[in-house]
């Protein structure tokens, strides 16, 4: 008797798991806000680390895997992913998770993007031939991002909709609650102008009315050049910058020869979840980011 019922209860247990489905995102951000609408009611992993370049995550058979066994795959689009990821759906052959198809979404659809190119300047290089892809590091954008999870999540997994639904409003309340304490902190640069490698936080400096003066990279994606170098530093002679922001997977050299050249305080600032140590969820990436610009 004793055995059936440990038989039942492992059953129940492997059901239980089977139940869940399984929400591949290809950015750890994304990770984080599925995980604040779903908790533990679906399985979760991201392609990407928080550490690498968001444009070119290496191949690596483990990825196609989880995409092979996704229910759910959760992009940021905008041509992020074009580098790397439609090889690895190639390889997963999971028609479940393609374009077009029930578990398949991508938030850039949510939003209008900035810097759209009138030409096409891919032939250069360009890894932003569709305007600039990095939005997710604009704040006030994230809960319409949780409330599309959430439509998404209530399609594929209707018994826990209302659980969703729930945990939306909970999420949309405490993150108005950080969005008032970051707007408030924020306030002191209002206006300033700054220096970035990659155009990776315009975003978030159009949200806070901070002027990019100048971009290391003269092309997105392509590395800085000497001339080009030595152009930011005629312009910081001439303009006050009040700092240079770079991201962790960026070559520190060029970022540190225009800060000693200049005096120009330079920031590592983190694009993603898990970038840095500190940076365990989606609060604390904007957390970091605005207090490591204004302590
Ligand atoms: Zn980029």
Redesign the pocket.
Known sequence: MRVLSILFLILGIILTAKAKINVVTTYPYIKSIVKEIAKDKVNISSLSDGKWD??FVPERPSLAVKLRNADLLIINGAQ?EIGWLPPLLKRANNRKILPGKAGFLDLSTLFELIQKPTTVSRAFGD??PQG???FCLDPVKIPKMAEAIKEKLCILNPKNCSFYQENLKNFEKSWNKHLAKWNEKMKKLQGSSAFEY???FDYFFLRYKINVAGILEPF??IPPTTSHLLELLKLAKSHKISFIAYAVYNPKDPVEFLSKKTGIKAFLLPHDVNSLPQVKDIYSLFDEIVRRLTE
């Open positions: 968001p444009h992020l890894v932003h600039n892809p990095h990659h155009r990776m997105p994606g």
